[in-house]
């Protein structure tokens, strides 16, 4: 069972469009991070949520923590072709708090 | 101040032969990370390391593979007999102390390995 299990998988929109991704979990976490890997590129830190409920803007990117610090949620607003890749979770976790990723949703904006 | 170096970037290699996978972390970085990422998923972990001990290889497969980082040198992550499924792409990650302390993990750019 994966512990950070993001929804959609798969995303296709227009260029233009609004949408909303997703990353839950049934445990508590003391923050969660969410990354943007493109194509042949390592995944690279978008933001750091860590108070229940918190909300952080990142140019046309909104990321929101939920109040019980379980999930978290990401929209991204009039999406643009250069907002394509791969968005990733990830929180602390396991004895060693190594970093754990979620699942992931691929993200492809047509022109 | 360069990134997190990874190479090759590309290696090819056929059934049973061997593979290494070289990490040089960020300037000042202790800790590294190796991540393993198959198509279109997300990246699973593979093993934690601190110069000369590791800390935590609780997603590193029973057999085939090990991971070193030694005092002088970058990390390599070395995979014996490949097969196939070994296929993927290898991140490696550095930070300066724990990533749960607020020390920010950097990764590379990846080394994508395909067994023919």
């Known amino acids: 069972t994966q512990l950070l299990e993001q929804s959609p998988q798969f995303l296709s929109i227009q260029e233009g469009e609004n949408l909303t991704v997703y990353c839950n979990s049934s445990?508590?976490?003391?923050?969660l991070q969410w990354y943007r890997q493109e194509p042949g590129e390592g995944p690279v830190l978008l933001v750091t949520?860590?108070?229940?409920?918190e909300v952080k803007k990142l140019k046309r990117l909104t990321f929101q923590f939920g109040d019980a610090r379980k999930d978290s949620s990401l929209h991204i607003t009039a999406a643009q072709p250069g907002d394509t890749g791969l968005y990733l979770c990830?929180?602390?976790?396991?004895?060693?708090?190594?970093?754990?990723f979620g699942t992931g949703t691929l993200l492809a904006v047509q022109p | 101040n360069a990134g997190v170096m990874q190479n090759p970037r590309h290696l090819v290699r056929r059934r049973g032969q061997e593979a290494r996978l070289r990490c040089s972390p960020m300037k000042g970085h202790s800790h590294v990370y190796w991540y393993r990422q198959l198509p279109e998923e997300g990246l699973k972990f593979m093993v934690y390391?601190?110069?000369?001990?590791?800390?935590?290889e609780s997603g590193m497969p029973k057999e085939r593979f090990s991971a070193e980082f030694p005092k002088e040198g970058p990390s390599i992550l070395r995979i014996q007999q490949v097969v196939r499924g070994d296929s993927a792409a290898y991140f490696c990650?550095?930070?300066?102390?724990?990533?749960?302390?607020?020390?920010?993990?950097?990764f590379g750019e990846g080394s994508w390995l395909t067994v023919v």
């Open positions: 990830a929180v602390y976790g396991g004895a060693t708090n190594k970093l754990i």
């Open positions: 390391l601190q110069k000369e001990n590791i800390i935590d």
């Open positions: 949520v860590v108070t229940g409920g």
């Open positions: 445990s508590v976490f003391s923050s």
């Open positions: 990650a550095s930070s300066r102390g724990t990533g749960q302390s607020g020390n920010t993990i950097y």
